[in-house]
């Protein structure tokens, strides 16, 4: 029975080191990403890349990536994006393929109601959306 407890006890302070180990390693690698200096100018500049579908009409701007729908600032960067997007609109309320660089915020907004807000800062593609046939048109 002795030998049995001992050994068991053996074994605890073994997987307890090996834990020890992995535990250490996990607290250097992110000092290790942090001192690499291997990002471009554009990473460092704050803006993220974004890209997704875009509609503005009204007085109201939405962009929806896969993940996430953001609310747009209405600015000058904004309307230029939407005047690049018009001629591939069929109707006002279509939305177009952009790929942009901005600002997010989750910062509360009069105007914005959505969660993620962003601020345009660079217009990189506009394309045409995609042929969605699952659409349906209640106008006739």
Same mark, same amino acid.
């Given at each position: ?9 053996? #074994? $605890?302070?073994?997987? &307890?080191?090996? !834990? ?6 996990? =607290?250097? %690698? +992110? @000092? ?5 200096? %291997?990002?471009?100018?554009?990473? %460092?500049? &704050?803006? @993220? ?8 009409? &009204?007085?109201?701007?939405? #962009? =929806? ?21 018009? +001629?591939?609109?069929?109707? +006002? ?6 790929? $942009?660089?901005?600002?997010? @915020? ?5 105007? $914005?109601?959505?969660? !993620? ?11 045409? +959306?995609? %042929? ?9």
């Amino acid at each position: 029975m002795k030998k049995t407890v001992f050994a068991v006890l053996i #074994l $605890i302070v073994f997987i &307890g080191c090996k !834990n020890e180990k992995k535990s250490e390693l996990k =607290q250097e %690698s +992110p @000092t290790t990403i942090e001192t690499n200096n %291997s990002r471009t100018a554009k990473q %460092s500049d &704050g803006l @993220t890349l974004l890209k997704g579908e875009f509609v503005y009409f &009204g007085d109201a701007a939405v #962009l =929806q990536t896969h993940a996430e729908i953001y609310g747009v600032f209405i600015t000058d960067k904004m309307l230029e994006l939407d005047a690049m997007a018009k +001629p591939y609109k069929n109707q +006002p309320t279509d939305m177009v393929e952009v790929t $942009i660089r901005g600002k997010v @915020t989750n910062k509360k907004d009069e105007k $914005i109601l959505w969660e !993620n807000k962003v601020e345009i800062i660079e217009i990189l593609k506009v394309e045409a +959306p995609k %042929s969605d046939n699952n659409v349906v048109n209640l106008e006739q």
